[in-house]
T-cell receptor, first 113, second 113 residues
Framework: DSGVTQTPKHLITATGQRVTLRCSPRSGDLSVYWYQQSLDQGLQFLIQYYNGEERAKGNILERFSAQQFPDLHSELNLSSLELGDSALYFC????????????FGPGTRLTVL | EDQVTQSPEALRLQEGESSSLNCSYTVSGLRGLFWYRQDPGKGPEFLFTLYSAGEEKEKERLKATLTKKESFLHITAPKPEDSATYLCAVQAFGSGNTGKLIFGQGTTLQVKP
């Protein structure tokens, strides 16, 4: 158990809908990262927050957004969902940034029908 | 462009048959190289961090090494429970003040009893 929690574990929804994925980092970790894992793309960095502030954006679609709250938990919002958004979404956290190990949560499996 | 390539894509070993997994990287200054283990449907589990050429880290049957262009994950006398996908990732100075990880596609290891 890495200490990073994610909810829900599974999410099944329809095209055009909006969903919210939630992540709680390890106790004491200030930085949260979101990654997407699909069969053809592997693990891809989406976005990073550090102590409530956005630090970096990767290959994140405009339909996706995220935020980190004062208690350091983070939410990833996915809207106008398409079939191609079906993937595993992982949250990771680290004590510091930019260096240091990242510890991953169990992931949320999103299926868009 | 920062890039990570892992080989082979898949590896089948008999229990006790030692081997090595390769991770080649091209980055604008290596901040750190990370190895993770991932079981199907689970989040990546942190194994090792390497920072400079010549560095080595060991954990049970696994040993990670680093050169200026690649890293190896040596598996000595593997057991069936070592079966998993092994992921290599890098953090690059060229990514600025972000700790984003750039992942390879992974090597899927199967160890048969």
């Amino acid at each position: 158990d890495s200490g990073v929690t994610q909810t829900p574990k599974h999410l099944i929804t329809a095209t055009g809908q909006r969903v919210t994925l939630r992540c709680s980092p390890r106790s004491g970790d200030l930085s949260v990262y979101w990654y997407q894992q699909s069969l053809d793309q592997g693990l891809q960095f989406l976005i990073q927050y550090y102590n409530g502030e956005e630090r970096a954006k990767g290959n994140i679609l405009e339909r996706f957004s995220a935020q980190q709250f004062p208690d350091l938990h983070s939410e990833l919002n996915l809207s106008s969902l398409e079939l191609g958004d079906s993937a595993l979404y992982f949250c990771a956290s680290s004590v510091t940034t930019p260096s240091g190990e990242q510890f991953f949560g169990p992931g949320t499996r999103l299926t868009v029908l | 462009e920062d890039q990570v390539t892992q080989s082979p894509e898949a590896l089948r070993l008999q229990e006790g048959e030692s081997s090595s997994l390769n991770c080649s990287y091209t980055v604008s200054g290596l901040r750190g190289l990370f190895w993770y283990r991932q079981d199907p449907g689970k989040g990546p589990e942190f194994l090792f961090t390497l920072y400079s050429a010549g560095e080595e880290k060991e954990k049970e049957r696994l040993k990670a090494t680093l050169t200026k262009k690649e890293s190896f994950l040596h598996i000595t006398a593997p057991k069936p429970e070592d079966s998993a996908t092994y992921l290599c990732a890098v953090q690059a100075f060229g990514s600025g003040n972000t700790g984003k990880l750039i992942f390879g596609q992974g090597t899927t290891l199967q160890v048969k009893p």
